[in-house]
């Protein structure tokens, strides 16, 4: 086992001299065949490059672009918590580079984009939507401006989807009361956002259900059936209408 062991760990150090000794010698030159890897989506070849710029050339013109694709070619692998730690060194070590900028924005989408699963896991989502309310005021006229928009909008979509699954389990539960108070803090906090529809609807069923057939009446009639994409609330909606008579 010792001798397999040692072979393999020789292998693997005169492999890693041979890839360095292969490395053109100038930092521009390293540059250029990294951003090709890039390009080819060979990120992880890419990767040790633009590792090795940042690491040895720290005061090239080339480091804060190496900088950033080495950031970059993470996010590309969706490997976003590495992604992340480089972004963050980016934009910190790097201020005034033009890649700050971009990279800011990529931050924000790395930690949207990190979230495993939504329903229990807000903290990332949250700081999404912190860089990208930091990226707007930093960066008012940026053509980047859309990009942290867009960020915004997904992350509060899911923050009000996650509060349709709370309203959702309480009924299912037969807390009624506890399910629409969730529904309200989503219609009030969530108005511009595809779930405050499905809420709507949620909200007339429990009504419903609870006698008030006034209130869910009410509620339903304020809602066009053509705006409700969701089939499983499409079907909800039309249920109520024929219990309703609407």
């Known amino acids: 086992m010792k001798k397999i062991f040692y072979l393999t760990l020789f292998i693997s150090l005169i492999s890693c001299a041979t890839r360095k000794s292969q490395l053109p010698r100038d930092v521009e030159s390293q540059f250029n065949y990294a951003m090709e890897l890039y390009n080819e989506g060979k990120y992880s070849k890419a990767i040790e490059i633009f590792k090795n710029i940042v690491f040895n050339y720290p005061t090239s013109q080339y480091v804060d672009k190496a900088q950033y694709y080495l950031a970059k070619s993470y996010k590309e692998s969706h490997d976003y918590e590495d992604a992340i730690l480089e972004y963050q060194f980016l934009i910190s070590t790097f201020p005034t580079s033009e890649y700050a900028e971009i990279g800011y924005i990529e931050l924000a989408e790395c930690y949207l984009k990190k979230s495993s699963d939504p329903r229990k896991d807000l903290k990332n989502i949250h700081l999404a939507i ?46 009624l009361n506890s399910a629409l108070v969730y529904i309200d803090i989503l219609l009030q906090q969530y108005p511009d956002v595809p779930a405050h529809l499905k809420a709507l609807i949620l909200k007339a069923e429990i009504l419903f259900e609870q006698g008030k057939k006034e209130e869910a009446k009410s509620v339903v009639e304020s809602l066009d059936s053509n705006s409700i994409n969701d089939k499983k609330y499409q079907k909800k909606l039309n249920s109520l209408r024929q219990k309703l008579n609407i």
Not at 139 to 150: L, V
Request: avoid cysteine; proline fraction near 4%.
């Open 130 to 175: 912190k860089y990208a309310q930091d990226f707007e005021a930093k960066y008012p006229d940026s053509p980047y401006k859309e990009k942290a928009q867009k960020v915004i909008r997904e992350a509060r979509e899911i923050l009000a989807e996650r509060l349709l699954y709370i309203a959702e389990t309480y009924k299912k539960l037969g807390h």
